[in-house]
């Protein structure tokens, strides 16, 4: 049991002077300050506002924490720019491989990313994996490449050292396997530590074969069941007939799915599409598996009562899945697909047919606003990639919202930083006009969107008698409506999650 603890003279949505107090995990009374009732702990909020803490839908803790601890190359502005940052970072840790994240050439003035042959005249003979900013591209050394037999016949091998799709995979995963427990435990702390700087709760760990073992999240479920900070419910990306299901049975987890990659990315030429990239016609980017296979996962996980979930970014990626889960509905009911509550993680491409579909069959909308913000509009990188025509169309959180699909927001960190205000404000200022959400809606979206994901939503609301005590406290005396309205990104003070504080979360 945690102590009982009251929140008071604090802004509540629009209200001034009010109180929470929480005990044993949980909101057990809310009302006007003057009248509320005693409790072991008092927090004086002094007139800043409170609101549910934020849930990050969609997160990958150890690489976000070897990105926050080792290279991070997202503000690299130049070839030159990465190259120089890769030499500072192998000069000071100069064992062990060597990991980074976030390039992005399609601003350089050099009009080319990393090479093997670049990063081999930085780290010489040691293992050096540096993923490109949207995770499903990366160049590697040759001491890398050398660990790995066969990679050179794996599809998306290249001998520059730029690997994609298998090839990739197969890099990630050594690179990543030479991370010892120590290292790996230091990164999740770390990404746990800022995301309960930045007023998150709860974390949805996107795991699987293909990003991150069954150990390391083994490891992190380990770490946020005996350690203070943000919740974290895990997902694990495997078909059930590789023996998915066993490994969520085996770590009682929340999902069958998250990161399960049923395509790849826009910006890696990877994402499955219905037509081809405006800027390479040759192709129209890759699905992973046959319809067969997802329809046996998703006929498991529904006779299972466990949720599935997917990786889908491009149009016939969405379609592929929703044809698989349209496939168990027509076999096992509607009512037995929409009790699993099956997720869709980033779906930036749907038409208007698919987003019936997913309101039909109860599934979750897991969505990232700050792809948007990075690369959205008619002069960015989905530009480039789509056409201006198809780029405008990408992310249509209102049609997503206006028809009835749950959403839930996330970052995917590392692919973009945690940073849930700027998400929520990301949703709402949408490249595309009239493509975002209202304010409050997108603020929804981020806080009790999460739990709505997770099938653990509390009926009357996140900030109701008897719902999680998961709160964050703001250093700001405007209300939520000002906040949002003005776009703002307050501190925050103090975040509770199930009802106890966590230390060194806010000033």
């Known amino acids: ?44 909020g002094e007139g800043a506002l409170l609101t549910p803490a934020f849930v990050d839908a969609h997160v990958h803790a150890t690489a976000t924490g070897l990105a926050l601890t080792g290279l991070d190359l997202h503000s690299s502005l130049s070839l030159g720019d990465a190259v120089a940052s890769l030499r500072s970072h192998a000069e000071a840790t100069p064992a062990g491989v060597v990991l980074g994240t976030g390039w992005d050439e399609t601003g350089w003035p050099e009009g080319r990313g990393l090479t093997r042959a670049d990063v081999d005249a930085v780290v010489g003979d040691r293992p050096a994996y540096l993923a490109r900013v949207d995770v499903h591209s990366a160049t590697v050394s040759t001491a890398l490449l050398d660990r790995i037999p066969g990679i050179a016949h794996l599809p998306g091998f290249s001998p520059d050292g730029q690997l994609r799709l298998d090839a990739h995979h197969a890099a990630r995963q050594a690179a990543h396997g030479a991370v010892d427990a120590t290292q790996r435990g230091a990164a999740q702390r770390a990404a746990r530590t800022a995301a309960a700087a930045l007023g998150i709760g709860s974390l949805h760990e996107m795991a699987g074969p ?51 990659f049923c395509d790849g990315a826009l910006g890696s030429h990877t994402a499955a599409l219905s037509r081809p990239y405006s800027d390479r016609p040759e192709t ?5 598996f046959e319809t067969a296979s997802l329809v046996e996962h998703v006929r498991a996980c529904t006779r299972a009562g466990v949720q599935a979930g997917f990786h889908v970014i491009g149009d016939a990626a969405v379609d592929q899945v929703l044809d698989a889960v349209g496939a168990v509905v027509d076999e096992l009911g509607a009512a037995a697909v929409r009790a699993c509550r099956h997720r869709l993680e980033h779906v930036e491409m749907v038409s208007p047919a698919a987003v019936q579909r997913l309101r039909d ?29 198809r780029a405008l169309g990408t992310n249509p959180f209102a049609d997503l919202a206006d028809a009835g699909v749950a959403l839930a927001l996330g970052s995917d960190a590392p692919v973009t930083p945690l940073d849930p205000w700027g998400g929520v404000h990301a949703a709402v200022d949408h490249h595309t006009p009239g493509s975002g959400l209202r304010p409050f809606d997108a603020f929804d979206a981020a806080t009790h969107g999460g739990w709505h994901a997770v099938r653990a939503e509390h009926p009357r609301g996140p900030l109701a008698v008897g719902a999680p005590a998961d709160l964050a406290l703001w250093a700001t005396s405007e209300t939520l409506s000002a906040v949002l309205a003005g776009r703002g990104r307050p501190a925050c003070l103090l975040l509770l999650v199930a009802g106890a504080p966590v230390p060194d979360a806010g000033a």
């Open 1 to 44: 049991m945690t102590e009982s603890v009251l929140v008071t003279d604090v802004t509540i949505g629009d209200r001034a002077g009010r109180a929470v107090r929480v005990e044993d995990g949980r909101i057990t009374w809310l009302g006007d300050a003057a009248g509320a009732p005693s409790a072991a702990r008092v927090v004086a």
């Open 210 to 260: 293909e990003v991150s073992g069954a150990d390391d999240l083994a490891g992190l479920l380990g770490i946020a069941a005996t350690e203070p900070g943000p919740r974290v419910l895990g997902y694990w990306g495997e078909l059930a007939e590789r023996g998915g299901l066993d490994v969520v049975r085996e770590l009682a987890l929340v999902g069958a799915g998250g990161d399960l």
């Open 284 to 288: 129209a980017g890759h699905l992973r």
């Open 361 to 389: 069959w109860g599934m979750v909308a897991s969505v990232q606003p700050a792809f948007d913000a990075a690369w959205g509009g008619d002069a960015g990188m989905y530009a480039e990639r789509l056409g201006v025509e």
